[in-house]
């Protein structure tokens, strides 16, 4: 009676869609109609579990398969989380966890301990442009790496480049951003990376491509940039921020702004939130220790006090929805190879964590924002949106 007395009751809450739960060889419906999906409960999970972090005690469910889920992953998390307002988070329990330190020494092991799995795992899943952000859907039947070099050649249009502009990019990744504004408008690149996997791979890149007389790769904390005591024309920033912390945005505005020019041209591109959150406790935990994601209300708020001058701002969510689903199916495609690679541990929270994103994408509960902005005043830029 263990499930009916304390599991079942707390699942209840989650009934805006109906779902079938089977534990103990008993089947229980939670809310009204045809079940949408059904959920196996295999072990119990202690009410305190689910009360202390309702994500965390669930994700580690279906890493461990105490939890399994009948048929598509995605189409069950689609339609449960929607309801992540009702999921229990203790804060002080967590503390630890959630609050970690935004000291470069700790950042930099959180972000390697992420992007330094391996490049042969990235390139497993990742398109052939090797970029892992959202991509950007000009046309429904665009594949994933045309719709990654749309991203790309979309950010280089707002960025306005010009000829002999020099453009920094903080968080280059594996350098794709920086080899097509050297190939196609003729800048010279700089990119900054704090993972050592990113690094070589960018930098054997731009040597394939024989780009070294314009693009290079530095191992390089944003807050070191002040003392590269260099400026640029244009900076750029693609799925990084959510690895500073919330303490430190004004920093990394303000770094950010020390070395660009005057009237530069500064594209912020972000996972943003609607409100000020400290993270999901799974994620932090198994995914991006120490991720935080930002409202965009805040980054705004940051960049004006800087005297960043605001041109656009776009949401680019639903792309991610679809950027992610191309992921998973890429990951499945190849999940022997991972296996082999890795455990079957590892192999499902990956699982988990690019569904629950899609879904989390697909309902809202984050969202993806791009910032064009001024560093001052620019009066020399097209005054219509001319990318």
């Known amino acids: 009676m263990l499930e009916q007395n304390v599991m079942i009751p707390f699942l209840k809450k989650f009934d805006q869609y109906p779902f079938r739960v089977v534990m103990n060889e008993k089947e229980y419906t939670i809310g009204e109609g045809k079940p949408e999906f059904t959920v196996h409960f295999n072990k119990n999970i202690p009410l305190k579990s689910l009360l202390t972090s309702t994500s965390l005690a669930l994700g580690e469910a279906y890493m461990n398969k105490d939890l399994t889920i009948d048929g598509d992953l995605y189409y069950a998390l689609d339609h449960f989380l929607g309801q992540i307002d009702k999921f229990s988070t203790d804060q002080s329990a967590l503390k630890k966890l959630i609050f970690t330190s935004v000291a470069k020494n700790n950042q930099k092991k959180e972000v390697q301990s992420h992007y330094d799995i391996g490049n042969d795992f990235y390139q497993l899943w990742l398109d052939d442009t090797m970029s892992y952000s959202c991509a950007y859907f000009k046309h429904a039947e665009d594949s994933l790496y045309q719709a990654q070099v749309n991203k790309v050649d979309y950010i280089l249009e707002k960025l306005a480049l010009k000829p002999g502009m020099e453009l920094l990019d903080?968080?280059?990744?594996?350098?794709?951003?920086?080899?097509?504004?050297?190939?196609?408008?003729?800048?010279?690149?700089?990119?900054?990376?704090?993972?050592?996997?990113?690094?070589r791979k960018a930098n054997a890149r731009i040597k394939e491509a024989n780009l070294e007389n314009l693009v290079k790769i530095e191992l390089m904390d944003y807050r070191d940039l002040p003392g590269y005591h260099h400026v640029f024309d244009r900076v750029v920033s693609v799925g990084m921020l959510e690895h500073v912390g919330r303490e430190n945005y004004a920093l990394f505005i303000e770094s950010a702004k020390k070395v660009l020019k005057p009237g530069g041209v500064f594209l912020l591109h972000f996972i943003s939130g609607l409100k000020e959150n400290p993270g999901d406790a799974w994620i932090k935990k198994y995914i991006f220790p120490g991720g935080v994601i930002p409202s965009l209300r805040e980054m705004l708020s940051d960049a004006t006090d800087q005297n960043f001058h605001i041109l656009d701002v776009e949401n680019l969510r639903l792309h991610y929805n679809k950027t992610l689903l191309?992921?998973?199916?890429?990951?499945?495609?190849?999940?022997?190879?991972?296996?082999?690679?890795?455990?079957?541990?590892?192999?499902r929270m990956w699982e988990l964590y690019l569904a629950s994103c899609a879904a989390a994408f697909h309902n809202g509960v984050v969202?993806?924002?791009?910032?064009?902005?001024?560093?001052?005043?620019?009066n020399d830029l097209p005054v219509v949106r001319w990318y």
């Open 170 to 199: 903080i968080g280059c990744g594996w350098g794709f951003l920086l080899m097509e504004a050297a190939k196609k408008y003729g800048v010279k690149g700089t990119g900054i990376t704090l993972s050592e996997e990113q690094y």
């Open 367 to 378: 969202e993806l924002h791009q910032i064009l902005m001024t560093n001052g005043i620019n």
């Open 326 to 347: 191309c992921w998973q199916e890429n990951f499945n495609q190849h999940r022997q190879e991972i296996l082999e690679m890795f455990d079957e541990r590892f192999v």
